[in-house]
């Protein structure tokens, strides 16, 4: 009797273990499927980069790496336009933007969320009414009047459009509330500063929110392209996406440079990216990103 | 100096002790709390200027504050909010941003219904909104949903996703009008070779109609990585003891997702819709970069609203014509944000 029902119960067993075991080859056959879609692209961008323009749309028969790689798609786009200009540009003006965007959020977030103080509502209900108002509502005026600063056709004009955003106060305002209370007012008995506390005991326990802040700024002004199209006209202050732009207009019919040049265009997003990612399911857990 | 100060503590004691009676004698017990506030915070002055203190515990406490809020919110306030009064202000006027501006009334909204580019433009942004937001949220609620689960090289997977992301639309888009090129892209080598479509059927994927489709295809390719990383988070927050609850009850893995994930993700569900509308609501690189062809110009099929509002501000100079389409933008995504609220409400109570 017992026998039996140890039979069945293996056999019921073992139907569940090929049940799973189907589940998980149908669950990689999606994630392969997927991951082709999404990783594709940049492959055909890896690849079409070291031919020669009549290569990259031959079909038949297609190869990943053509026999004589042409390696100097990567030094002709460095004189053909002045991308390294471009690259200067943008590399000073995403490292000022974000890193303005670290400090000045988290600055005013460590005081929405652990202080209290008069206009506190008033003052950040100003913040939250722009989160739902697209930049490009305003971007006009916005225009006009850096325009009337004399700021217009400067990196600087880029720097004050971004580095004081309504998002990256409240990203940091959510992570920081997550902070238990007592923390401060423990060190506040111990006679810390303010400006302590936020220096020695905030600002270490929020990487996981400066990390996610700093993907989210880093990536946005590094790929900006409608902000530089209105403010940068002078070719030698552009950013890289203006320059990237120009050259595929210029030169639509070179295919190979245009993908050597967008290569290089995603070495810095991938390395800041990649470096940052492992705090960053966190980060967006933490900071209520989720809603 | 001496008299001064008697003089005002006489003024704060009597005051106090006025209030201290009103206190007494109210029975509404919020009015009671707001006059309590009210009497502690002239007994504190009271205090700071008994000690000779210049400036009371409260003002320090409030200035310590504002000069942490100072360094972004003056950036802020005159770049962001400034910009924004000046916005609304604009859409009534008559301006071409030199010469005198003028008062005009709603004269600019007027002009809209009989403008068939804006039209047009406003058409295809409600179409690219519709396709977009539903497909996106789609596919990244279930791309979060297989890589939650326990599988190898998760951490590889979940950054493929996101790749798109971060990748710069100047050269992606470029890529993509490559794979999709009409006559020279794989995309259509592969339909006419393997599929059979005849040469002359091929589809055109960058004009006509079918440019929106294609819009929306890259749009759902570009975000789903960043809105299954937020779906993510929502997942990680939804305890196991629901799920096991649920296999205690025989529940199969739909019912699961019925009757635990999808509830329980509702929250932030709302948050991924209202974000992804917005973001849709002002779409602009992707259609100049894919449809705008080396003159970065849009043509009816393909327009959106942000495109005529920067050519009207920037080519036109009709800043007045521009800020009031930017007014049609911000309130539509005005409108669908309130409507989510409303039903996120409305499913709460």
């Known amino acids: ?62 190869v990943w790496i053509p026999k004589q790689p042409k390696w100097d798609n990567y030094v002709k786009i460095w004189t053909k336009i002045p991308l390294l200009k471009f690259v200067q540009n943008t590399v000073v003006l995403t490292i ?196 | 100096m001496d008299e001064k100060k008697a003089a005002l503590m006489q003024r704060l004691e009597t005051e106090a002790a006025e209030l201290m009676r009103q206190i007494r004698a109210e029975a509404d017990i919020e009015k009671k709390k707001k006059l309590i506030v009210k009497r502690d915070s002239i007994q504190r002055k009271l205090t700071a200027t008994r000690n000779n203190r210049r400036i009371s515990r409260e003002t320090k406490r409030d200035l310590v504050a504002y000069s942490f809020i100072a360094p972004n919110f003056i950036g802020f306030a005159v770049f962001t909010l400034v910009p924004i009064v000046f916005a609304f202000l604009l859409a009534f006027m008559n301006w071409d941003g030199s010469n005198a501006i003028s008062f005009v009334g709603f004269d600019n909204f007027k002009r809209m219904p009989t403008d068939t580019f804006f039209l047009a433009a406003l058409k295809n942004t409600i179409l690219y909104v519709l396709g977009t937001v539903p497909l996106t949220m789609i596919a990244s609620l ?42 020279k892209g794989p995309v259509n080598y592969i339909l006419y070779k393997v599929f059979s479509v005849p040469q002359d059927q091929l589809p055109k994927w960058f004009s006509g109609s079918l440019v929106l489709v294609t819009l929306v295809l890259f749009s759902v390719w570009k975000y789903m990585g960043y809105y299954m990383v937020i779906y993510l988070a929502g997942l990680q927050g939804i305890s196991a003891e629901l799920y096991e609850a649920g296999s205690l009850d025989g529940a199969n893995t739909w019912q699961k997702f019925c009757y635990i994930t999808w509830p329980q993700l509702r929250s932030t569900t709302f948050f991924v819709v209202v974000m992804l509308t917005i973001n849709c609501f002002k779409v602009y690189d992707i259609a100049v970069m894919l449809a705008g062809g080396g003159d970065g110009k849009l043509s009816t099929s393909a327009t959106v609203l942000v495109y005529y509002i920067y050519q009207n501000a920037f080519n036109y100079w009709d800043l007045g014509y521009s800020s009031a389409i930017a007014m049609v933008l911000f309130v539509m995504v005005l409108i669908v944000t309130l409507i989510q609220f409303r039903y996120e409400k409305k499913l709460e109570a």
């Open chain 2, 142 to 183: 279930a791309l979060a949903i297989v890589l939650n689960q326990k599988i190898r090289a998760r951490g590889f997977f979940r950054t493929v996703a996101f790749f798109p992301y971060v990748a710069s639309l100047a050269a992606i888009t470029a890529v993509w009008s490559m794979i999709f090129h009409p006559s």
């Open chain 1, 1 to 62: 009797m017992n026998g039996i029902n140890d039979n069945a119960t293996n056999k019921k067993y073992k139907s569940k273990r090929k049940n799973e075991i189907i589940g998980k080859i149908f669950l990689y056959a999606i994630l392969l499927l997927i991951t082709i879609c999404m990783i594709l692209p940049f492959l055909w961008m890896l690849s079409a980069s070291i031919k020669s323009n009549r290569e990259v749309f031959v079909m038949d028969p297609f």
């Open chain 1, 96 to 291: 000022v933007v974000t890193l303005l965007q670290l400090l000045t959020s988290s600055f005013a977030a460590y005081s929405f969320a652990k202080l209290d103080f008069k206009h506190k509502n008033k003052l950040f209900l100003a913040y939250i009414a722009t989160i739902a108002m697209p930049w490009q509502v305003y971007m006009v005026p916005q225009f006009i009047m850096m325009r009337s600063m004399g700021l217009n056709d400067k990196l600087l004009a880029m720097i004050c459009l971004q580095a004081f955003s309504a998002f990256g106060v409240f990203l940091m305002k959510q992570f920081y509330e997550g902070i238990p209370n007592d923390l401060c007012e423990a060190a506040r008995i111990d006679g810390m500063s303010e400006y302590r506390i936020y220096a020695k005991i905030m600002l270490p326990l929020s990487k996981p929110a400066l990390s996610t802040l700093t993907i989210f700024t880093f990536v946005n002004t590094w790929n900006d392209y409608l902000g530089p199209l209105i403010y940068l006209r002078t070719e030698t202050k552009k950013t890289i996406q203006l320059g990237l732009k120009m050259f595929i207009g210029q030169y639509s019919a070179e295919y190979g440079l245009i993908m050597a040049g967008s290569v290089v265009s995603l070495v810095p997003v991938i390395i800041v990216f990649l470096c940052l990612q492992k705090y960053f399911v966190e980060g967006v857990a933490s900071t209520g990103l989720k809603g």
